[in-house]
């Protein structure tokens, strides 16, 4: 049954492997789906690669955006699982449609003819059908993406105060962390599984087992996820957070006349009435964006004409701290926005570059140029294995900190390892072109350059490595500061990130495209003629902007306030009903009347 604090009360403990299996079958099926999916656009629908590099960082950052709206979704009346669930439903049936248009023959262009010059490209509604499926997708990712991770959460919450109780808050705080490095591990070893097997599968097999595995993957993830229903904590919805948002807003403007009193302890604060959205303790009252304060200050026409209390006029301290937090967070989080520009490139360019290096493992075995990815998921993994196990050891002798270093420090650390990666891939380019030139094949793009591909190795493998540190600090700074009836929301925007990275990648390669034509040509369909390498660059100089950026929005930072909540808790002092205030309302410094 549901307990009073919105909990499915359960006489089961810790359930979560259903849930496991669930999203690594996911992101099996969305890696193996996306990772080659550049070699599709522009192999397969002849599109050109401007263009196809643009339609997939719009693809993904369409799928990292539409988790607002899951989000929204789960926090306001579905609930998590559910979510989930619709979000499958959506997915499988996009895949479904790709798959579709790969077998049925006259959803795709014909092969290229030697004498076709330049090859047909794929036809509106070719690309019509493909859109379309690609949108179901991106339906779909939004009801997986938000939810899975804080779902997953909810499981190991789901004892936390007996927990915090034997082992204290740092060893709960180290919990969390730990927890949230098994998930991206879990998750990098589907990826890892995808980039093998799907990518060679569409490289050697066809395009439709290619895509058809990840189908069926999603499939079984489906039905797992469903199977495992009576074991899940599911926590009640505690209803729609942005109509909060929106409700703290509107009672501030309304009472923008008004001035906020010294006393913090003056503003209305109702313990019932957040109990829902409180679970875990309420927010304390801060001194910064104290506009939002005047939210909290009760008048006498806050109950005018109705013992029901108007929300859009008065609302606790709780609510109006809810909104702060999101907005001290906003700095900080948009700080990730650039590193997922930077890292969309290797899933669009680098797969280019890879496609005319020499591949060969063997005298009979290439390397499949999306698998070159691979180097990205092994670095992460590593480095998410050594994290707690070597790195927070050694590092705690110097800080005295039981995580080693903070999660900011850790985002910090990622985004300067990030900068070193970009920076590798100008220098290599470089070399490429260099080597092309050299042997006389800048005019023809579809010839082999005599240059290993592995040594694209660095460019991913750093990518790897600040991944690693910067993509768990991002997801456990915002679940840790987001309010607790936020945290799908929280999850939210971390792929909303993502989705503004994508999306800034397409908007700088438009803007690189536009300004060097005819001046050089940065990124064009022959790239031994390009300027990818000055395209890095670019990229690179904008990576040290964005981390001095960073630095100065830490520096300003302030943490959330929390008030623990405990059993029992009765004191008056904690909270100040609306009868109190009532009382105060008519006082002169409270109300400040304009002239």
Known sequence: MVGCNGRLESSHHLYVDPAAVNEVCDMFATAGFNANLITYLTQELHLPLVEASNTLTNINGTSSLTPILGALAADSFAGRFWTIIAGSVFYQLGMLGLIVSVLVPSLRPGPCSPLATPCRRANGLQLAVLYISLLFTSLGSGGIRPCVVSFGADQFDQHKEQRAEAGGAEAEAARQRQYFNLYFFTMGIAVLLALTVVVYIQENVGWGWGFGIPAIAMFVSILVFVVGYPLY??????????????????????????????????????????????????????????????????????TAGSSKLNLWRLSTVHRVEELKSLVRMLPIWSAGILLATAGSHNNSFAIVQARTMDRHMTQHFQVPPATMFIFTTLAMLLTLALYDRAFVPIVRRFTGLPSGITYFQRMAAGLAISILGVASAALVEARRRGSAAEHGLLDTPATVVPMSVFWLVPQYAIHGLAEGFSTVAQMEFLYDQAPESMRSTAAALFWLSSSLGSYMGTALVTVVQSATWGSGDWLQDNINRGRLDAYYGLVTCLMLLNLAYYLICFRFYTMKPLELAKDGDHEESSSCPLSTKMAAAAAPYNIEHRA
């Open 233 to 302: 904590v599911r926590l009640k919805p505690g209803g729609s957070p942005f109509t909060r948002l929106a409700q703290v807003v509107a009672a501030a403007y309304k009472k923008r006349a008004a001035t906020v009193p010294e006393d913090p302890g003056m503003l209305y604060q109702d313990k019932d009435l957040d109990a829902l959205i409180s679970t875990n303790g309420r927010l304390l009252h801060t001194n910064q964006l104290t506009f939002f304060d005047r939210a909290a200050i009760v008048t006498p026409a806050d």
